[in-house]
């Protein structure tokens, strides 16, 4: 069946579970030219059904339905028939239902304002190729666009920084340099408390004694060399294990914490650490917070120079395992 102007008429499924709705769109859509309904639906379930028997060109269709929603057939037809495309025709204009919808296949999102001129332009776009969205719905996609662009560019500056948390908040340094902790730092500094305390113990018993928490970056070692470059056991070049480093597990450290630490004292930026392990820089960032809590460190440089006074690394470039 061809329209009056010659157009191929586009042969249209309408899926609503109210009777009235339903049964409204179904004559509008019979008063627009270059439509043409071939069948109706009152649930998901009855729409993927009609739309393998019946083949339409489009189907209109509401969200909230019993059986089967709207988003689950929408799925459905596109997976089972991709000659099929889907205009959501509903109430909701939400994140929750328009995202999911457009997930699942839906090429065109209406809400149930929307005139009829609206609704037969929206059905000859996605027939065409193109989106069938109404004005409000391609607004909510072009902040949500912006939003997300401008998330990543913020990320990326805190990526560099190396000071993001958890929730991709800059929040482990404040204006002054001061650390910025939250309730998980303070968890982190009774942990390594803890650890420390029975550290400092056994090497009084057994090495005597070293110095106290203001000499973290600056621990004495045997022959009583103090400062940025002394470590217990030796000179900053030898290897941990060597007159009792402290290597990979100090401060409470994982192995991949501490593999991470070396990785910064190497220079690598959190998405370079990311790709030499293998893992998502999300989880570079959990384990960097995670030192960070744990050493007291503030920033990267800190980071860096707690490697080296922990015999994590020799010297740029190379990390000693």
Same mark, same amino acid.
């Given at each position: 069946?061809?329209?009056?102007?010659?157009?191929?008429?586009a042969?249209?499924v309408?899926?609503?579970? @109210?009777?009235?709705?339903?049964?409204?769109?179904?004559?509008?859509?019979?008063l627009?030219?270059?439509?043409?309904?071939?069948?109706?639906?009152?649930?998901?379930?009855?729409?993927?059904?009609?739309?393998?028997?019946?083949?339409?060109?489009?189907?209109?269709?509401?969200?909230?339905? =019993?059986?089967?929603?709207?988003?689950?057939?929408t799925?459905?037809i596109?997976?089972?028939? =991709?000659?099929?495309?889907?205009v959501?025709?509903?109430? !909701?204009?939400?994140?929750?239902?328009?995202?999911?919808?457009?997930?699942a296949?839906?090429?065109? !999102?209406?809400?149930?304002?929307?005139g009829?001129?609206e609704? +037969?332009?929206?059905?000859?776009?996605?027939?065409?190729?193109?989106?069938?969205?109404?004005?409000?719905?391609?607004?909510r996609?072009?902040?949500?666009?912006i939003?997300?662009?401008d998330r990543?560019?913020r990320?990326?500056?805190?990526?560099?920084?190396?000071?993001?948390?958890?929730?991709?908040?800059?929040?482990?340094?404040?204006?002054?340099?001061?650390?910025?902790r939250?309730?998980?730092?303070?968890?982190?500094?009774?942990?390594?408390?803890?650890?420390?305390? *029975?550290?400092?113990?056994?090497?009084?018993?057994?090495?005597?004694?070293?110095?106290?928490?203001? +000499?973290?970056?600056?621990?004495?070692?045997?022959?009583?060399?103090?400062?940025a470059?002394?470590?217990?056991?030796?000179? =900053?070049?030898?290897? =941990?294990?060597?007159?009792?480093?402290?290597?990979?597990?100090?401060? +409470?450290?994982?192995?991949?914490?501490?593999?991470?630490?070396?990785?910064?004292?190497?220079?690598l *930026?959190?998405?370079?650490?990311?790709?030499?392990?293998?893992?998502?820089?999300?989880?570079?960032?959990?384990?960097?917070?995670?030192?960070?809590?744990?050493?007291?460190?503030r920033?990267?440089? @800190?980071?860096?120079? !707690?490697?080296?006074?922990?015999?994590?690394?020799?010297?740029?470039?190379?990390?000693?395992?």
């Amino acid at each position: 069946m061809s329209a009056a102007n010659g157009d191929r008429v586009a042969r249209v499924v309408v899926a609503d579970d @109210q009777a009235v709705v339903r049964e409204g769109i179904v004559m509008l859509l019979g008063l627009l030219p270059g439509i043409e309904v071939v069948g109706s639906a009152r649930d998901g379930e009855e729409a993927v059904a009609l739309t393998a028997e019946l083949a339409p060109d489009v189907v209109l269709m509401d969200l909230r339905m =019993p059986r089967c929603d709207g988003v689950e057939a929408t799925r459905r037809i596109r997976d089972r028939h =991709p000659g099929t495309e889907v205009v959501v025709l509903t109430t !909701y204009a939400d994140d929750d239902s328009l995202f999911p919808a457009l997930r699942a296949g839906a090429r065109g !999102y209406l809400t149930k304002d929307a005139g009829g001129e609206e609704i +037969g332009r929206a059905v000859r776009d996605v027939i065409d190729g193109r989106a069938g969205l109404s004005p409000s719905v391609q607004r909510r996609l072009l902040d949500r666009l912006i939003d997300r662009e401008d998330r990543e560019d913020r990320n990326d500056r805190d990526d560099r920084a190396g000071l993001v948390d958890q929730d991709g908040r800059a929040g482990l340094v404040d204006q002054d340099g001061r650390a910025g902790r939250d309730d998980r730092d303070r968890e982190g500094r009774d942990d390594r408390n803890d650890q420390e305390g *029975s550290s400092d113990r056994g090497d009084r018993e057994g090495r005597g004694g070293r110095e106290g928490r203001g +000499g973290r970056f600056g621990r004495t070692g045997p022959g009583g060399g103090s400062g940025a470059g002394a470590v217990t056991g030796g000179g =900053p070049g030898e290897a =941990p294990g060597a007159g009792g480093l402290a290597g990979p597990g100090a401060d +409470g450290l994982t192995e991949r914490e501490t593999e991470v630490l070396a990785l910064v004292a190497d220079g690598l *930026s959190n998405s370079e650490i990311a790709g030499r392990l293998r893992i998502s820089t999300a989880t570079v960032k959990t384990h960097i917070n995670n030192l960070f809590a744990k050493t007291g460190v503030r920033d990267r440089a @800190q980071a860096v120079r !707690y490697a080296y006074q922990h015999g994590l690394v020799r010297a740029p470039g190379r990390r000693v395992t």
